[in-house]
Nanobody, 124 residues
Framework: QVYLVETGGGLVQAGGSLRLSCAAS????????MAWFRQAPGKEREFMAA????????NYADFVKGRFTISIDNAKETVALRMNGLKPEDTAVYYCAAAKGLYVGDVHERYSYWGQGTQVTVAS
């Protein structure tokens, strides 16, 4: 079993920045990919970015390119999401996910493990 815990959410003004972190524990040898999703009230879960465990493969959704950056420290078993230029429409619960295989795509069903989420609220 793998456990994921997100931290770093909070309230920011439009144009501000946040750094989210996700710490993995348990049977982390099963993890080959980690990713970030978000879900706003009344909307479907939305893929943001994914990264392979060794950091050599990255994939970003078009809407975050140039603003958000995913990174991984596999020695510390932690994945981060640096978010710059935040907008009110970025307000959502942000989730960390992990896949058992090398998959960096946007299909949430392909990810086996999920954190409980951290709230990000961007004020107008």
């Amino acid at each position: 079993q793998v456990y994921l815990v997100e931290t770093g959410g909070g309230l920011v003004q439009a144009g501000g920045s946040l750094r989210l972190s996700c710490a993995a524990s348990g049977s982390t040898y099963n993890i080959y990919t980690m990713a970030w999703f978000r879900q706003a009230p009344g909307k479907e879960r939305e893929f943001m970015a994914a990264i392979s465990w060794n950091g050599d493969i990255e994939n970003y959704a078009d809407f975050v390119k140039g603003r958000f950056t995913i990174s991984i420290d596999n020695a510390k078993e932690t994945v981060a999401l640096r978010m710059n230029g935040l907008k009110p429409e970025d307000t959502a619960v942000y989730y960390c996910a992990a896949a058992k295989g090398l998959y960096v795509g946007d299909v949430h069903e392909r990810y086996s493990y999920w954190g409980q989420g951290t709230q990000v609220t961007v004020a107008s």
